[in-house]
């Protein structure tokens, strides 16, 4: 089995939809033996699922010569601000001031 990256770019207004569509095409690739790598039949399956999905705008799959485990720059810099974010209830709102 060959190593692949995927990436995909959904819709906004679908955007709710990201995290069932995660589970389905990873449900897709572990249904078949796969991990992180899958046979060319599961990518061609996996690659028509993206085309006929209305909320996926756009999707690109890179062959890699192994495995990459550690997770992307854009991850970590989403997680760290999650990580230092104020929750939305402990944001207090500033009055406006009257002109």
Not at 18 to 27: D, G, I, L, Q, T
Not at 46 to 66: G, P, Q
Not at 67 to 84: D, G, N
């Amino acid at each position: 089995m060959r190593h692949y990256e995927i990436v995909f770019i959904v819709h906004p207004d679908q955007s709710e939809q990201v995290p069932a569509m995660v589970e389905r095409y990873k449900a897709l690739v572990t249904g078949r033996s796969g991990q992180i790598e899958c046979d060319g039949e599961t990518l061609t399956e996996l690659e028509h699922a993206f085309k006929f999905n209305d909320a996926v705008l756009r999707h690109l799959t890179i062959k890699m010569s192994k495995a990459v485990m550690t997770p992307s720059p854009m991850m970590k810099e989403e997680k760290s601000r999650s990580l230092t974010a104020a929750p939305a209830a402990e944001v207090k709102a500033e009055p406006a001031a009257a002109v």
